[in-house]
């Protein structure tokens, strides 16, 4: 062959897996979207491509230096860097389609040209949920939100984990108070890196706002279990209305969370959880691993005031969540706490002992037809070929046709990781590999 | 609200569904994955973007004109056109990694900046399988992508169907004996487009050629069963290599076809099949919905030599079939054929017929445990507003919490379409819904 050969390689920054990574992802992916739709969530899948104007009609700042941007013909075009975005265009455009509250799931990819770093991605999977209202939308969707996440994180069986809970509306109204209302979003994300930097690193650059940190930081200190919080939250000598919103949100947030029946230990009113997004109005989320904290959040959101404001004249309030799949993924494997080695498509392996494939083929559409998920092995090789590819393949099950089997109409089924082999009728192998 | 207000508008050729034709979607995308793995498929998830080179190794002529291709940085990025060159970019990456015969499919989006027109997409989904052998595969490969096909067909329930087959050995051997070998690629494409056109013109568009088209015409008019056609082929008076090649292939294939259990109805030999690409080399597949061939085929495909010549100095042999899923859809929902409006992810809708919701989330919240997908209404709304929200979103049950069924702890189950009405103890609702 003298063909002009090109290096076959995949961009820095773009996930890649191989089957057996892939399998394990699409299981989470998997348990993700059934999660979701428990919760009565609709699914919906917008374009990856946009008009710029539409896309960028809010962005500004390092999301529009991050963004893949492009002309096709006289069109100017963008890749969609988030969910939210598409979501706001999508029920803005199908107003008058949808029915209100709308419950929304997408799982899908989007795209930011950040810096490649390791466990950094450029193209990663998103999968959000979000509940709009047509202008107005009860407190208790808030508290539903947690109650799926804590749906999810128990069934992918990544340990112990605490949803930390927040509202922003209790700093917003504090640095309100404190008459450093314009510096809110400043003071937020600083406060917002505090799992990173520590509560001395937020001290010092509150201060260097020009800030006196004391009232913020007696504040994001009160401790105690959820309970003792609020209780302190409540007794608070601070004359704010909207630091005393926050606060009755809070606490009506913490009551129907416990009516949705999540354990006390799997969530925490958190006074230090800000998030970065001056998005937020009300209730804010974060997601920890409590055994992989180092993960940082693995599942964030918030409450906000209007979904759509750059596209429809209508209020649309909302509160929602997103999970970066490609990235918790990309962590845990690297954790070495996933089991990528086990994984296989095909529950078995029908072979034959000699090249003659009839028999196999046969039993193979049998074991289909009963729903099983099957490989033939049809290429002309040797037997131990043939096995070694069952082992590779991690495939569980090999079901052995040989010169006796096609006589009897019997098979025999090799348990690959065992080693034990057993002859049995068709029936009774489709009994066991339904198990 | 005095926001700048940007039209929220998708793109021409971009396909975006209300959510009850998305969860239609959703179920025959899941169809075609589920089947995809009963015959062993592995999964594969590839980037969308990919380095121009990369993508364009082998690309020419009108493939290149329709790409989506843009610079970020310093870098000549390209969306993907299809699956096939992603995939011989994978094997060719991973090569020592996988094992061989390589089965893998791939469900994702691609882009082709086709002029927009009715039914025309510029990002559209691609249901593709392939099997990849390392040196060699063995030819009932060519006779288990065709088991898949009726698998998928059938379990879509779209009527009767047909797997139109060829082998392009065959059509290539003519031609070569005919002195004709250097316009095959022309021949094949006018053919190929019989369906279209009708034999008229295609036998003019030949000898537009300066071809004599009567040994041509001749043979793709060959008439009969396939069993017919076969005895015909054989038979046929034509001495060349190839074509006989050709013909003992095909008939290999029937023979298997015929094992893997496709009913004789499904299946047919028709020489004029020809596929327009000039990758393919032997057999090759179109299938048609019976009752809607105006569809053109829905799954096509074929066997072709070497996957990945320009980028691996290995023989890589394969053949594979893909579905254009986004076309399918689309086609069909123009049809009036899909059930579109029947769909729902909730089985029920949990509603209180007062304000406190607090037995409403219990209920809600038991029947999720079970795994029964339910939407508990949670806004303060008038009950009339409640069911008719249960009404627009075609849930099928509501469940209803009133003063007396607060203080029995039964629950009323009303039957959204018959409006039916029982009060039910939970265990009752539990064992109705899961039916």
Chains 1, 2 share one sequence.
Do not use: W
Not at 38 to 59: C, Q
Not at 147 to 172: A, H, M, P, Q
Not at 256 to 275: S, V
């Amino acid at each position: 062959m003298d063909n002009k050969i090109v290096t076959p390689r995949t961009l820095p920054g773009f996930m890649e897996l191989l089957p057996k990574e892939q399998i394990l992802f699409n299981q989470i992916e998997d348990k993700i979207r059934k999660s979701y739709e428990k919760y009565g969530f609709l699914p919906i899948d917008t374009p990856i491509i946009e008009h710029s104007e539409v896309l960028l009609a809010k962005a500004g700042g390092e999301t529009e230096k991050q963004i893949y941007a492009f002309e096709k013909g006289d069109t100017n075009l963008a890749l969609r860097f988030d969910l939210t975005v598409p979501l706001a265009k999508y029920v803005a455009n199908y107003y008058d389609k949808l029915s209100f509250p709308f419950r929304r799931y997408q799982i899908g990819k989007v795209y930011r040209g950040e810096k490649p770093q390791k466990g950094r991605f450029r193209e990663f999977y998103q999968c959000d949920i979000d509940i709009i209202g047509d202008g107005e939308l009860s407190i208790i969707n808030d508290a539903e939100i947690p109650s799926v996440i804590y749906n999810i994180f128990k069934e992918l069986g990544l340990g112990d984990f605490t949803i930390r809970i927040n509202n922003r509306k209790i700093l917003n109204g504090l640095f309100s108070k404190i008459g450093e209302k314009e510096k809110s979003v400043h003071i937020m994300r600083i406060i917002d890196k505090i799992d990173k930097i520590g509560r001395e690193a937020v001290k010092e650059e509150i201060e260097k706002l020009g800030i006196n940190s004391k009232e913020i930081m007696d504040f994001i200190s009160i401790e105690g279990n959820n309970d003792e919080k609020l209780y302190k939250l409540e007794k608070i000598n601070i004359d704010n209305d909207i630091l005393k919103k926050g606060i009755e949100e809070l606490k009506e947030v913490v009551k129907y969370i416990r009516l949705f029946g999540i354990p006390e230990e799997n969530f925490k009113i958190d006074l230090t959880i800000a998030r970065g997004l001056d998005y937020y109005t009300g209730t804010v989320y974060e997601t920890f691993l409590n055994e992989y904290k180092e993960l940082g959040s693995v599942c964030s959101g918030g409450r906000y005031e209007n979904l759509a404001e750059n596209y429809i004249n209508r209020k649309l309030p909302g509160v929602g969540v997103s999970i970066g799949l490609t990235r918790l993924f990309y962590k845990l494997n690297e954790l070495n706490i996933l089991n990528v080695e086990q994984n296989s498509i095909a529950k078995a392996l029908v072979l034959s002992m000699d090249d003659d494939n009839k028999r196999a083929i046969e039993v193979g559409t049998i074991l289909r037809k009963q729903g099983i998920n099957v490989q033939i092995y049809m290429e002309n090789k040797k037997s131990k070929a043939k096995f070694k590819y069952a082992d590779k393949m991690n495939i569980p099950y090999a079901i052995i046709i040989g010169e006796e089997e096609k006589n009897t109409g019997k098979v025999s089924l090799k348990n690959m990781e065992t080693g034990e082999q057993e002859i049995l009728e068709i029936d009774q192998v489709i009994l066991k590999l339904k198990k």
